[in-house]
């Protein structure tokens, strides 16, 4: 993505021939949502005039307050490549502003540079954030509905014919690349219909809007190929679940913080302490990062996704891994996050949990080199090892008696979050599932 001023976006815009702009946000629960406006009222939106009712978006505001302002960043304009017809779409992300004119609190965009902030007071320049997400390809049925049938029998790194999603993986590489992304792999993931697209470490703002440009690239596309797309942690039982592994380093002007040549594996003291923060607070932020009642189908031991608290240089079963890259590229992986989570949201409490490992000169546990999934509890208890919670229910207990992530929230957001989710984690509760009827309906 480029930097851009307002006069570059008026040229563009006639150069392209665009014909409407959507005006992009993201609510609580990470779900995009836009205002679009003809071409004629650009100038209007650049002046930041544009106008939409938050009491109509989840988790915003109530009737009574409704009116909010849409402020353009500049920097996110991108002329959507695959549209055609009379004109083009081009889109601007935008962060939600009060009628006072100050950044709406309930915002996850405005959130996370409320963290930021903090982050700089303590005298980091930057938390970048490479993520890894992934996704399933399921077909669509006669009515262009999706179906349970996957797309493909693929395994990790296959190539086609076994991998019938090959083009459409292509395809949304080529679209994503027109849109500015760099992007680094693609491939077969290693359950059947899923894949992973790897694409370049950003600011955590620039990539947290690039996830949510990402998921509206791979569905549009996989549609075209009569597919659909689904970032669901765990659609099919008995293989592995979709995650999000989130590749973070804080930096400090052109120098990267966690890089210690010296250090032990040649991590600083800074990436020790956030490291420190991040697994002390990893149970209780796990309500946001994984915030779904299905996102616990996806943490359970054999399938690859992490369910225990420990960290690793090498090993590849615990929550946090350390890649082997250094001096630049020395970063966390946190093997946790997926791609259900609002990202804006995701890496805010993250990011407060490492800043607060950093302020507290907190110290990690010694790192565990042996696979976690064949250890006893009675050897995960020896080794200081906890689980992170096995339930929505649970996580959001957790989540309330955390302070440090809650002030990551704000009142505003976690209110409206826990909320919102207790009454998912309800719905589920009280419905009858088809594994009870199997189960019982004859037995009893």
């Known amino acids: 993505m480029g930097k851009y001023t307002r006069e570059d976006i008026e040229r563009m815009a006639k150069e392209e021939n665009v014909k409407f702009i959507r005006l992009q946000f993201t609510d609580i629960l990470g779900t995009i949502k836009n205002v679009e406006i003809p071409i004629s009222q650009l100038p209007k939106a650049l002046d930041n005039k544009i106008m939409f009712d938050g009491s109509s978006i989840e988790g915003f505001v109530r009737i009574e307050e409704s009116d909010m302002y849409l402020y353009p960043d500049l920097d996110t304009w991108v002329v959507f490549p695959w549209t055609t017809g009379d004109g083009k779409v081009a889109r601007l992300i935008c962060d939600i502003y009060t009628p006072e004119g100050t950044p709406f609190i309930g915002d996850p965009r405005v959130n996370l540079k409320r963290v930021l902030e903090e982050m700089k007071e303590l005298g980091f320049t930057s938390f970048n954030l490479g993520p890894e997400p992934e996704f399933f390809l399921f077909k669509l049925d006669e009515k262009a509905e999706p179906t349970s049938e996957l797309n493909d029998a693929g395994g990790y790194f296959d190539l086609a014919p076994t991998d019938l999603g090959e083009n459409c993986r292509r395809d949304i590489v080529i679209e994503l690349e027109n849109m500015g992304f760099e992007i680094e792999a693609s491939h077969h993931e290693v359950a059947p219909g899923q894949h992973e697209i790897d694409f370049k470490y950003a600011d955590v703002v620039t990539a947290c809007d690039n996830i949510q440009t990402f998921k509206l690239v791979v569905k549009t596309i996989a549609r075209k190929h009569g597919l659909h797309a689904t970032f669901m942690p765990k659609p099919v039982f008995g293989i592995n679940g979709s995650g999000m592994h989130s590749n973070v380093s804080l930096f400090r002007g052109g120098e990267n913080a966690f890089f210690d040549e010296k250090g032990k594996f040649q991590l600083s003291e800074t990436a020790y302490q956030f490291l420190a923060g991040v697994l002390k607070h990893a149970p209780n932020f796990t309500a946001v990062t994984n915030p779904t009642v299905n996102s616990y189908k996806r943490l359970v031991p054999g399938y690859e996704a992490p369910c225990y608290v420990a960290w690793s240089p090498k090993n590849r079963s615990p929550l946090v891994r350390i890649p082997s890259s250094r001096g630049m590229s020395t970063r966390l992986e946190i093997r946790s996050v997926d791609p259900s989570a609002n990202p804006y949201l995701a890496m805010a409490v993250i990011l ?85 009827l199997e189960q019982y309906l004859k037995q009893y």
């Not at 050897?379 to 008696?401: C, F, M």
């Not at 505003?412 to 419905?431: C, G, N, T, Y």
Request: charged fraction near 35%; aromatic fraction near 6%.
């Open 352 to 436: 407060k949990a490492g800043l607060d490992g950093i302020k507290n000169k907190l110290t990690p546990p010694d790192p565990v080199d042996r696979n976690i999934y064949v250890m006893t509890k009675e050897e995960r208890l020896k080794e200081g090892i906890v689980d992170l919670p096995s339930t929505l229910e649970q996580a959001l207990e957790n989540l309330k008696s955390d302070e440090v992530i809650k002030d990551a929230l704000g009142p505003h957001i976690l209110e409206r979050f826990i909320e919102a989710k207790e009454i998912e984690w309800d719905m589920f509760r009280v419905q009858v599932h088809p594994w009870e």
